[in-house]
């Protein structure tokens, strides 16, 4: 794990710093009254001028004496990384001089609020969806799977999000409000929602959770509202796959003598179905559900702006457009370790169902 993030630092490093002049690297940290000397001293104490560079002229016009090789800037970038230093963020709306890790750690337990969801509406739906098609394979409940998982293939989720909108926020409509809200992290405006729910002390950052933890029924249930929609076109294209492996996984345990023995002695086919050919074919559906989950972190960006999200997935994009090159490189780590730690979860869970696997 550790050599894969140190290799994923670098490599991110090398594609943001050395594709954009270093001057990039100074923009969140000048303000306008700033002097040609002190952008000087500034850029040396980031470690991207060197310290016999004659002026702050000479440095942005990248004159080849007064730049700081690559690897010495990673260097001095990682010690300040390793050191909970991330610098500021360039970030627009927002007030000068606050720190990209103050921000992402503001905006991240919304992209994890709607990312939990979603995996746990993938892995609630995905996994009896494949189980039934694979115990009724090439009949009508197979068929019906087979659609739902390659149309989840095929759906694009701005497409899906923007349909489940219309039909459920604007076309369906009760007491002249939309049942489901159209976009934000607390729905207010909706047939179903808690028109004032109050206030609350934010304890994790997460809505629903920071609702239930103050004991405000309507702040949560108005949070969880607000991320039904999108959960649901998260889930859908991730879907199909977990559907699918846990179909064919299932097929082939069917086909083992064990069942077979298992059926001869007459139990039931419930008991044969869940108790001995479910926990083996959930093998290779344990990789992928925990791929899945890791990913959906890093593949909230499309449904956060679909549906006006403040999470970090939509702040991305923003930090994306205005080079902020702080914050992409905590994004980028950040969603990169949850998918190393998420291969290490499963490879423990691996051994926990299967007691020959040995590590």
């Keep these: 794990m550790v050599f894969v993030l140190f ?28 002097t040609g000397p002190q952008k000087l001293i500034l850029a040396q104490s980031l470690g991207v ?8 002229t000479a440095f942005s016009s990248l ?9 010495d800037q990673y ?9 909970g230093n991330w610098g500021y963020t360039l970030l627009p709306g927002l007030q000068a001089g606050l720190t990209t890790l103050a921000v992402f750690g503001e905006r991240f337990p919304y992209t994890a609020q709607l ?14 969806l494949g189980v039934v098609s694979a115990t009724h394979n090439n009949k009508l409940p197979d068929h019906i799977s087979r659609i739902i998982s390659l149309g989840g293939y095929s759906i694009p989720q701005f497409w899906f999000g923007s349909v489940l909108l219309i039909l459920l926020a604007l076309d369906l409509r009760v007491g002249g409000l939309g049942l489901l809200p159209t976009s934000g992290a607390l729905a207010t405006d909706c047939a179903i929602c808690f028109p004032n ?22 702040y949560g249930w108005d949070s969880f509202v607000a991320y039904i929609l999108p959960a649901v076109t998260l889930s859908i294209t991730t879907l199909g796959a977990l559907t699918r492996i846990v179909r064919s996984s299932m097929l082939e345990v069917l086909k083992q003598d064990y069942i077979l023995l ?15 050919a479910l926990k083996n074919a959930l093998l290779p559906a344990v990789t992928v559900a925990g791929l899945i989950t890791a990913s959906l972190f890093g593949g909230v960006v499309v449904i956060e702006i679909v549906f006006n999200l403040p999470g970090v997935g939509s702040t991305s994009l923003g930090a994306f457009n205005v080079d ?34 040995r590590y």
């Design 7 to 34: 290799g994923l630092s670098l490599m991110i490093f090398l594609l943001l710093r050395a594709a954009i002049p270093p001057t990039f690297a100074l923009a969140p940290y000048i303000t306008p009254r700033m």
């Design 49 to 56: 001028a060197t310290q016999s560079c004659p002026s702050f």
């Design 63 to 71: 004159q080849p004496s007064c730049l700081v090789p690559v690897w």
């Design 75 to 83: 260097g001095a970038w990682l010690h300040s990384v390793l050191t």
């Design 115 to 128: 990312a939990i969801m979603g995996a746990i509406l993938t892995i609630a739906i995905g996994i009896p």
């Design 197 to 218: 729910p109050g206030t609350i002390h934010t304890i994790t950052g997460s809505p629903i959770l920071d609702g239930i933890l103050n004991g405000n029924f309507g």
């Design 262 to 276: 298992a059926r001869s002695k007459g139990l039931s086919e419930r008991v044969v179905v869940y108790r001995h």
């Design 324 to 357: 902020d090159v702080n914050f992409i490189e905590l994004y980028v780590l950040v969603t990169a370790a949850i998918i190393v730690v998420t291969n290490l979860v499963v490879d423990i869970v691996y051994a926990k169902l299967d007691p020959r696997i």
